[in-house]
């Protein structure tokens, strides 16, 4: 398997590839990725050293398929990371299933962004299979 994900160059967007062993793993290199590109360096650090005002949220997810799955999960922690100044680095998962999912967001407040995400795109998303990992990209609109 090569790194958890790339951050790729498009033009006023941002394109994420992420790679899992699983695709709850996946999901939640996503969501690392998604903040981390928008976040300042220092905001990581603090999340690493697991401090007291860590953040948890639970979320519960309900679509049409996986894609849209995909699509909703990462769009409702960006919600609530605007209406909380919160960043989110880690998501574990007490239910994944094709359609559905629930389970907590982990993070800390933040003070400002680097960069705004507007929204979570289905433009060019692709979630696969190849060998023995899993793989997608995802396009945000900033």
Known sequence: MKRK?????????????AYGKNLPQLFSRLLQGMFESISETETRKAFSKKNKSMIERRINIRSSDQESLLVDFLSEALYLSDLNNEVYFEADFDKFEEKELSGIIKGIKIKRFKEEIKAVTYHGLEIKKTNDYWEATVLFDI
């Open 5 to 17: 994900y790339e951050i790729l160059e498009h033009t006023a967007d941002l394109k994420i590839k």
